[in-house]
T-cell receptor
Framework: DQQVKQNSPSLSVQEGRISILNCDYT??????FLWYKKYPAEGPTFLIS?????DKNEDGRFTVFLNKSAKHLSLHIVPSQPGDSAVYFC?????????FGTGTSLTVIP | DAGITQSPRHKVTETGTPVTLRCHQT?????MYWYRQDPGHGLRLIHY???????DKGEVSDGYSVSRSKTEDFLLTLESATSSQTSVYFC?????????????FGDGTRLSIL
């Protein structure tokens, strides 16, 4: 069973607007959550993370929100830029392994 | 960028043949991982290593073996390749398996088994 789920395979957003990517998880023992960005023919690159003891972490245009009671996290990108067009994976760690979602393909329309 | 090199980058082979993929790092990181990426499944862990000669299985380890004889090299072997192992394979490295230390990925190996 998939412990980390990204239910939206794709998302299109106008340049300058906010992009919101969502992720749900099932394991309450996860202690860290991460977002990775992947361009075609390249490996995923780390974007931002959040500890389970926090509910928000911000890094420039990227903010991750964690709702532990709902077992839900989201990545906000403001403002969205065409260079943000990529596949975004959320991941979770239980201190032993990392578990990845299926990815959301973001297209930012100029 | 983290120094991770995967080889080969592309490979086409036939069912039943052995295949070895190599991951080489120059970062001296303790942990190394092999993932496969398939549509609808995201990234799934095959095997990982927490030191020289120390390895453990991931969630999709059947049909795969690994070896790590040096800190810098982690090999993934398909003893007898099957068409279900057609995939994109990624190697990753990390200083820790804890979540606060993100993994750094190589650029992948696209493997096609006919």
């Amino acid at each position: 069973d998939q412990q980390v789920k990204q239910n939206s395979p794709s998302l299109s957003v106008q340049e300058g607007r906010i992009s919101i990517l969502n992720c749900d998880y099932t394991n309450s023992m996860f202690d860290y959550f991460l977002w990775y960005k992947k361009y075609p023919a390249e490996g995923p690159t780390f974007l931002i993370s959040i500890s389970s003891i926090k509910d928000k972490n911000e890094d420039g245009r990227f903010t991750v929100f964690l709702n532990k009671s709902a077992k839900h996290l989201s990545l906000h990108i403001v403002p969205s830029q065409p260079g943000d067009s990529a596949v975004y994976f959320c991941a979770a760690s239980d201190g032993n392994q990392f578990y990845f979602g299926t990815g959301t393909s973001l297209t930012v329309i100029p | 960028d983290a120094g991770i090199t995967q080889s080969p980058r592309h490979k086409v082979t036939e069912t039943g043949t052995p295949v070895t993929l190599r991951c080489h790092q120059t970062e001296n990181h303790r942990y190394m991982y092999w993932y496969r990426q398939d549509p609808g499944h995201g990234l799934r862990l095959i095997h990982y290593s927490y030191g020289v000669k120390d390895t453990d299985k991931g969630e999709v380890s059947d049909g795969y073996s690994v070896s790590r004889s040096k800190t810098e090299d982690f090999l993934l072997t398909l003893e007898s390749a099957t068409s279900s192992q057609t995939s994109v394979y990624f190697c990753a490295i990390s200083d820790s398996n804890r979540g606060y230390q993100p993994q750094h990925f190589g650029d992948g190996t696209r493997l096609s088994i006919l």
